[in-house]
């Protein structure tokens, strides 16, 4: 009884490794989305991409049933003030590698259908210009530090759909 008991206490100790797949030399490593916060049909999507190969690649698109329709977006500095605008794609360099995080590139995921709960995966495309498209799983993860006030509200950005 007692050697189950630590084989249970091991599995229950070892901590949770990060998600990834990989997709003609594309790695896409831990894929998220956040539950909505103020907004309930918007959220934001994270993920670092992993450039296997030996020439570079351009992220174009990104769609999922889950939505009306999912933004590239970035941060840049206008004057003293950060904001967040749509960009056409990522380049993910030759043996490089791109963060999608907070003050960074990320998805905007806008009209959501359905509420996420944490722990369910959510197909998403991502289409890429030489690799093609793959469906990746992102997991719905509870946020472990309050969303920007411009996610919450996300003003100026009517007009770009």
Same mark, same amino acid.
């Given at each position: $009884?007692?050697? #189950? ?15 990834? $797949? ?13 539950? !909505? ?8 999507? #994270? ?23 999912? =933004? ?7 004057? =003293? ?9 990522? =380049? ?12 960074? #590139?990320?998805? $905007? ?11 369910? =995966? ?13 469906? !990746? ?25």
């Amino acid at each position: $009884m007692m050697k #189950y008991l630590l084989a249970i206490l091991m599995v229950l100790t070892v901590p949770a490794t990060a998600h990834d $797949m990989t997709h003609d030399g594309i790695v896409i490593d831990h894929p998220i989305m956040h539950p !909505a916060l103020g907004n309930p049909t918007m959220t934001v999507g #994270y993920m670092r991409l992993l450039n296997k190969t030996d020439h570079a690649d351009r992220l174009v698109a990104v769609r999922s049933d889950i939505a009306d329709r999912i =933004e590239i977006h970035t941060h840049i500095m206008d004057g =003293e003030i950060m904001r967040m605008r749509r960009v056409d794609g990522v =380049e993910v360099p030759a043996n490089g590698k791109v963060a999608f995080a907070p003050g960074g #590139y990320h998805l $905007m995921i806008f009209g959501l259908r359905e509420k996420l709960i944490v722990g369910e =995966e959510i197909p998403v495309e991502l289409e890429f210009e030489r690799a093609g498209t793959v469906t !990746a799983p992102f997991w719905v993860e509870a946020r472990t530090a309050p969303a920007p006030a411009d996610e919450k509200k996300h003003d100026g950005h009517g007009g770009h759909h």
